[in-house]
């Protein structure tokens, strides 16, 4: 099946200053790749997500990459605030009747003020 | 984005009893809900995909009679923990799908704490 693995594990900024995530799949045939923030005590939010069709997307301070022939998707976030604060989650998923979802193992993003 | 509401937010109860937790897709029909299983500073195991009107499919470790899952509507999926005991005590989250095709998302509830004392 699917593994996804996550780094780093714990990341602090400067506010102000870019985070950058990573994730890398297994599975060739994965062609989703959403990515989630959780705050604490709460459900996990889509922020932005990616299809296997595309490089690169950008949504205001947030940006994910995608190199499928390297198998890996990265998560950057810009001009951090200290409530991006949170555990960010990569997932990962394929066609199919279900698509389930892979996830990570989670990053602590900790912005200081 | 489209929400997805749980019920209870939380709850606590005495270990033997049964809990049910609701999972509600507010705004679209969900075809394919999941039912995810989340411990203190760890991800998220999904436990099951529950489809609308037919038997839901567990992850393997998954205990099917102790995690009940009914998808009785498009818009209405439950979990329940029969017999819980400590080590069931978690953070339960569930997600669905928007719909059946290469463009459609998934969403979280908000979660429900369960406590088993």
């Known amino acids: 099946g699917e593994n996804v693995e996550q780094h780093p594990s714990t990341l602090s900024v400067q506010e102000g200053d870019s985070a950058v995530i990573k994730c890398t799949y297994s599975?060739?045939?994965?062609?989703?790749f959403p990515w989630y923030k959780q705050e604490l005590g709460k459900g996990p939010q889509l922020i932005i997500d990616i299809r296997s069709n595309v490089g690169e997307k950008k949504d205001q301070r947030i940006a994910v990459t995608l190199n499928k022939t390297a198998k890996h998707f990265s998560l950057h976030i810009t001009e951090t605030q200290p409530e991006d604060s949170a555990v960010y989650f990569c997932a990962a998923s394929k066609e199919g009747s279900a698509r389930q979802l892979t996830f990570g193992s989670g990053t602590q993003l900790t912005v200081l003020p | 984005g489209a929400v997805v509401s749980q019920h209870p937010s939380w709850v606590i109860c005495k270990s033997g009893t049964s809990v049910k937790i609701e999972c509600r897709s507010l705004d679209f029909q969900a075809t394919t809900m999941f039912w995810y299983r989340q411990f203190p500073k760890q991800s998220l195991m999904l436990m099951a995909t529950s489809n609308e009107g037919s038997k839901a499919t567990y992850e393997q470790g998954v205990e099917k009679d102790k995690f009940l899952i009914n998808h009785a509507s498009l818009t209405l999926s439950t979990l329940t923990v029969t017999s819980a005991h400590p080590e069931d005590s978690s953070f339960y989250i569930c997600?669905?799908?928007?719909?059946?095709?290469?463009?459609?998302?998934?969403?979280f509830g908000p979660g429900t704490r369960l406590t088993v004392l």
């Open positions: 599975d060739s045939a994965s062609n989703y």
């Open positions: 997600s669905a799908r928007t719909g059946t095709g290469v463009l459609d998302e998934q969403f």
